[in-house]
């Protein structure tokens, strides 16, 4: 008989950019798995029915309750480990009175473990890297890879938190006949903006993006990473820890590049090799990064968790 793994949600914690959250709720409450299944359940809904355990994907609901009051297993999916104050980037004190609590935690990002508020939560913590939906790949073709634009995207929050990405908006603005296209970000509270498969498609207009991190401890990779691939774009990468571990690899399936160096190796573009590494790139997600991968891991971790 199967475990029931409840996962509470209500659809107002994940609008604008936030959508990822949707989707992987929808992946998780349609996967198949021998020994598990997830429930997705109105909050509210928390006392009305059996489960084996509580999956909360954020902390939305964590941060609601008394978590004295949950008498079975928690696990955590969750991403941002900071705050911010005083312009300060900060480990987050809430985030970690949460983990103590649950029974295991799946981190989107590597340096959580390199932070020493998290240390002593390591052995119940997991590395489980973002991801795409498999629907992605349906709408990505190379057969018409040529016809698209010999153009670079770049996308996301313009700020200092993530300081590539600013030299190369600020260069782009300055330089508007290179092939660099911009678009800025469209807001985590509101739905408006490119988000979601509208992104994808914009993605699939040009032939290449740029996916870039912040500095230390933010050096991660964010949604872009594994979005721009899937797109079939050549991603061209700002470097981070996690690179190698995912997989990509410079010339490989992905172009690194740095301050120094985008404004050159960006015209690999309109090289013959560029499809190549853009189907590497593709390949390599399509293979190895999608929610399905996710949840496998996920819940076979839970199945050992709860001696099954």
């Known amino acids: ?25 929808d992946s998780f409450q349609n996967y198949s798995h021998k020994k598990i299944v997830f429930k997705v359940i109105h909050p509210d809904e928390i006392h009305n029915f059996y489960y084996d355990g509580i999956f909360s994907i954020r902390c939305h ?15 955590l999916y969750h991403d941002d480990f900071h705050s911010y104050k005083f312009g300060r980037i900060l480990p987050s004190k809430e985030l970690e009175r949460i983990i103590r609590r649950v029974d295991l935690y799946f981190t989107t990002y590597l340096n959580y473990f390199d932070l020493k508020l998290f240390k002593s939560h390591s052995i119940k913590s997991h590395w489980v890297p973002w991801s795409v939906p498999s629907s992605i790949f349906m709408n990505t073709s190379f057969h018409d890879w040529l016809m698209r634009e010999n153009t670079v995207v770049i996308s996301g929050m ?19 006949e290179d092939i660099i296209k911009g678009l800025d970000h469209p807001s985590y509270e509101k739905n408006r903006g490119l988000i979601g498969d509208t992104y994808y498609a914009f993605l699939r207009n040009s032939k290449g993006a740029f996916a870039t991190t912040g500095e ?9 990473y594994f979005e721009i691939p899937a797109s079939g774009c050549l991603p061209f990468f700002e470097d981070n820890p996690e690179l190698r571990y995912l997989g990509f690899i410079d010339g490989e399936n992905c172009i690194i590049i740095n301050e120094k160096n985008f404004k050159q190796r960006i015209n690999i573009i309109k090289s013959p ?30 199945a050992n968790f709860l001696h099954l």
């Open 1 to 25: 008989m199967k475990r029931i793994i409840a996962i509470p949600y209500n659809k107002n914690w994940f609008l604008g950019g936030n959508h990822f959250f949707n989707d992987l709720i």
């Open 61 to 75: 609901f964590l941060s609601s309750i008394d978590l004295r009051t949950i008498n079975c297993p928690i696990f």
């Open 158 to 176: 313009n700020s200092y938190i993530y300081p590539l990405r600013k030299k190369i908006f600020t260069y782009s603005k300055h330089y508007p």
């Open 216 to 224: 230390a401890p933010i050096n991660f990779s964010v949604m872009k």
């Open 273 to 302: 090799i560029a499809v190549e590494i853009a189907q590497n790139a593709f390949n390599l997600v399509k293979d190895h990064h999608t929610h399905n991968n996710r949840i496998e891991f996920i819940s076979n971790m839970i």
